[in-house]
């Protein structure tokens, strides 16, 4: 009898221990889930399918490049025009993050939301501090996810996104003197291609250290090249021309 009364008492003891889990999830829910943006999931464990009536981007990094040691405000904004609140879960590669506000937890460079954030005409703003690292290239993923704080995941909307900031060049090297070249994928995984009448001499890649990488190159029709740049790392990059006349130059990112 004892064994059977040991047991009952068992199984009430761990159906207790199991509800609680489900519905301590259920209602921390609006705190946020740490790795939902890393994972590639989103929201999805919890909050349905992704939606493109969200979307999420972070503004502050300059589209030049960023320098090693600065600390930039950066804001990261979910956009939706129908919901009233949104959360979030970002993480970047390389840097650090600092000034978060109240309503957020910073593990490490990675961001997420303790409470939901209240959206200003659609679009939910959340301001921070990052300061940029010496690595070559940053990655950012964020997950964002739009509300109708009704109180249950029916109607929330998210979206993910992923970024690539690179890092810039110093104005020492980008101001080579020459003519500014046009060139093309830009940004670019293996080739690039330049339009010109001169004859080639040499073709190099200045990384933002300054360290020159000769590139190889082929014709690629009468007026054309195709340059090889799928020995360089990823990253922004000076494209120094010389011809018989004179030199030419232009900024890529090679992905």
């Given at each position: 009898m004892k064994s059977k009364k040991l047991l009952l008492s068992t199984v009430v003891g761990l159906l207790g221990i199991a509800t609680y889990i489900i519905f301590s999830s259920s209602s921390n829910a609006s705190q946020g889930v740490m790795g939902s943006a890393n994972s590639g999931a989103g929201c999805g464990s919890c909050h349905g399918s992704a939606s493109a009536n969200t979307t999420v981007t972070l503004e502050g990094i300059p589209a030049t490049g960023y320098v090693s040691g600065t600390v930039y405000p950066v804001t990261l904004k979910i956009t939706n025009s129908t919901k009233t609140k949104a959360g979030f879960d970002l993480v970047f590669s390389s840097g650090s993050i600092s000034g978060n506000p109240t309503g957020t937890m910073l593990m490490g460079t990675e961001l997420h939301h303790t409470q939901k954030f209240s959206a200003v005409s659609g679009v939910t703003s959340i301001n921070f501090n990052w300061t940029a690292p010496t690595a070559a290239a940053?990655?950012?993923?964020?997950?964002?996810?739009?509300?109708?704080?009704?109180?249950?995941?029916?109607?929330?909307?998210?979206?993910?996104?992923?970024?690539?900031?690179?890092?810039?060049?110093?104005?020492?090297?980008?101001?080579?003197?020459?003519?500014?070249?046009?060139?093309?994928?830009?940004?670019?995984?293996?080739?690039?291609?330049?339009?010109?009448?001169?004859?080639?001499?040499?073709?190099?890649?200045?990384?933002?250290?300054?360290?020159?990488?000769?590139?190889?190159?082929?014709?690629?029709?009468?007026?054309?090249?195709?340059?090889?740049?799928?020995?360089?790392?990823?990253?922004?990059?000076?494209?120094?021309?010389?011809?018989?006349?004179?030199?030419?130059?232009?900024?890529?990112?090679?992905?």
């Amino acid at each position: 009898m004892k064994s059977k009364k040991l047991l009952l008492s068992t199984v009430v003891g761990l159906l207790g221990i199991a509800t609680y889990i489900i519905f301590s999830s259920s209602s921390n829910a609006s705190q946020g889930v740490m790795g939902s943006a890393n994972s590639g999931a989103g929201c999805g464990s919890c909050h349905g399918s992704a939606s493109a009536n969200t979307t999420v981007t972070l503004e502050g990094i300059p589209a030049t490049g960023y320098v090693s040691g600065t600390v930039y405000p950066v804001t990261l904004k979910i956009t939706n025009s129908t919901k009233t609140k949104a959360g979030f879960d970002l993480v970047f590669s390389s840097g650090s993050i600092s000034g978060n506000p109240t309503g957020t937890m910073l593990m490490g460079t990675e961001l997420h939301h303790t409470q939901k954030f209240s959206a200003v005409s659609g679009v939910t703003s959340i301001n921070f501090n990052w300061t940029a690292p010496t690595a070559a290239a940053v990655t950012l993923k964020m997950a964002g996810n739009a509300v109708n704080d009704n109180g249950s995941d029916n109607g929330d909307e998210w979206a993910i996104a992923t970024k690539v900031f690179n890092k810039a060049i110093p104005a020492s090297v980008a101001n080579t003197i020459g003519t500014k070249l046009n060139v093309y994928p830009n940004p670019t995984s293996n080739n690039i291609i330049i339009s010109t009448t001169e004859k080639i001499n040499t073709v190099y890649a200045v990384d933002m250290l300054g360290k020159y990488t000769a590139l190889q190159y082929n014709a690629n029709g009468a007026e054309a090249y195709s340059i090889n740049t799928s020995n360089l790392t990823s990253g922004n990059y000076l494209l120094l021309v010389k011809v018989e006349k004179e030199n030419f130059h232009a900024v890529f990112a090679k992905q």
